[in-house]
């Protein structure tokens, strides 16, 4: 089944560079907006697959202007700003945040590098990035989840070997023996019995200070 070639939308009012991107994008489809303005009407009549944005627009508007209205307007498209007019802290600026642009180019632009950039653009940023950014979020949740499910499984474990030990006791339980048996703090021993006692699974009486615990035991 054959696709329809990627949209790109240019911003640009030099008639003499758009005629430059016409023959470096020849197998793409274009739109042209000479104004930020003419952009936001233009892209929900025709939404793009990627933006490229100059900076000294007609009108006297100015490109980095309508960045974040761009990108409210369509946050999953690439754009990439093309423009000889940024000075370096406006290029850095223009790339960070949550309304970036993605790339920003200097004019003169080399034409081999910007149909790179254009390829990865289409190919790694936008509605493929995105979904990027959402598996690794869900992978990260399921590590997360069996992280702490196994840490609340191992502390079931310990409170329950603990509980079987301490019933027995006619003494205060020694902590630092039981956190040298478990391998853990002294303070999650106290935890555990605290918890213990809470839930009615040992008596009060087997930890005196479970509510209050002495400074030498936490």
């Not at 003499?16 to 929900?44: M, N, W």
């Not at 993605?102 to 003169?108: E, G, I, N, R």
């Not at 990035?129 to 869900?138: D, I, K, P, S």
């Not at 702490?148 to 603990?162: A, E, K, N, P, Y």
Request: charged content about 30%.
């Amino acid at each position: 089944m054959k696709t329809n070639p990627a949209l790109i939308l240019i911003v640009e009012d030099d008639d003499l560079q758009y005629e430059i991107y016409e023959d470096a994008f020849e197998g793409y489809r274009l739109v042209r907006a000479c104004t930020g303005s003419k952009a936001l009407e233009l892209i929900p009549r025709e939404c793009p697959n990627l933006v490229i944005l100059d900076h000294v627009l007609s009108d006297g508007e100015k490109g980095l202007d309508f960045l974040p209205e761009l990108k409210e307007l369509i946050p999953f498209v690439p754009i990439i700003i093309v423009s000889g007019a940024l000075e370096v802290h406006q290029q850095m600026q223009a790339l960070q945040g949550p309304r970036r642009a993605h790339y920003c180019l200097v004019k003169p632009v080399d034409l081999r590098s910007l149909k790179q950039t254009v390829e990865i653009a289409l190919k790694e940023c936008g509605e493929t990035e995105t979904v990027r950014h959402f598996e690794a979020l869900e992978r990260s949740r399921r590590v997360d989840a069996a992280e702490l499910f196994s840490r609340s499984t191992d502390r079931l474990s310990r409170q329950g070997q603990i509980r079987e030990q301490v019933r027995t006791l006619e003494d205060r339980p020694n902590i630092s023996a039981l956190a040298r048996q478990f391998r853990v703090a002294r303070r999650t021993i106290i935890r555990d019995l605290q918890e213990l006692i809470r839930r009615g699974e040992l008596k009060p009486e087997a930890y005196p200070d479970w509510e209050n615990p002495a400074d030498g035991d936490e």
